[in-house]
């Protein structure tokens, strides 16, 4: 499987495919490299809500929006609970969870915008990132799925809401980026019981004591799927965020003491 993320510097991985199709698209995904942030959030963390120094935190924001020529004011990034609702960004929210969490959009996983010079960010360390672009309306948006934002489909409403928007299904492209793999993502029947059982046989590896290995980005590509989305139309990448511990922060390999990647999706306005 062709990788869809490519090495843009040290700092952060591009969609280049994406990036072909229209140069003034920036859309991404950091690694771990190339900021100030000290141990265990060592280097490039962009998440305030973990114990790290707000002060470095938002100079690492600072020197990945110089490298996007993408500035902090006009970045958008939503709360994050793992539910499903979405926001359709307009110019009222540049800015919104840019320079701290607390004027983050409220309750918000996913972002879609069409406007120049905006740019959608979300958080990961190990949950599924879910990237979409229709070239043909220049409709964009980013998602944040865990196991509960992926189980509850937010794949399948963000689908739903560019439609609304009048986004051909077949023109939509989505790309999954990197995540926690199937190898290293047990999970109990709890967790378990909540995927539709059509998909249970594609998804799920029963291990002993009601445990289970769950396949988050096949999850997600079995529902997309599901939707209409055309399987040419889903890039998947190949990244593990806790196998590839020199490049990615991971939530269950630091045991929750780690530090976060930021998601990217914009244009820059020329």
């Not at 120094?53 to 970045?75: G, Y």
């Not at 409220?106 to 406007?115: E, Q, S, Y």
Request: hydrophobic share 35%; glycine share 8%.
């Amino acid at each position: 499987m062709n990788e869809p993320f490519q090495y843009s510097n040290e700092s952060f991985l591009h969609i280049e495919k994406w990036q072909k199709i229209n140069p003034s698209l920036k859309a991404g995904f950091t690694t771990r490299k190339g900021g100030i942030s000290k141990s265990p959030y060592h280097s490039l963390n962009f998440g305030f809500h973990v114990d790290d120094l707000a002060a470095d935190v938002l100079e690492n924001r600072k020197i990945l929006a110089q490298k996007l020529e993408i500035p902090l004011k006009d970045w958008v990034t939503g709360e994050q609970v793992h539910h499903t609702e979405i926001k359709v960004i307009d110019d009222r929210d540049r800015g919104k969870g840019s320079l701290t969490n607390l004027d983050a959009l409220k309750g918000i996983d996913g972002l879609i915008t069409n406007k120049k010079g905006v740019l959608c960010t979300a958080f990961f360390a190990d949950c599924v990132p879910l990237f979409f672009y229709d070239p043909v309306t220049s409709y964009i948006g980013i998602a944040h799925a865990g196991w509960k934002g992926s189980v509850n489909r937010m794949a399948e409403k963000m689908v739903a809401r560019f439609q609304a928007l009048g986004v051909n299904i077949s023109d939509l492209l989505v790309t999954i980026g990197p995540c926690i793999s199937m190898e290293q993502y047990e999970v109990d029947e709890v967790v378990a019981s909540h995927i539709d059982y059509k998909l249970r046989g594609k998804v799920l590896i029963e291990k002993d004591n009601n445990r289970y290995l769950l396949n988050l980005k096949q999850l997600n590509v079995e529902i997309l799927l599901q939707t209409g989305i055309l399987r040419h139309n889903i890039d998947v990448t190949n990244y593990c965020t806790y196998n590839d511990k020199d490049i990615f922060f991971s939530h269950r390999r630091d045991k929750g003491r780690t530090g976060r990647m930021l998601g990217f999706l914009g244009y820059i306005d020329s």
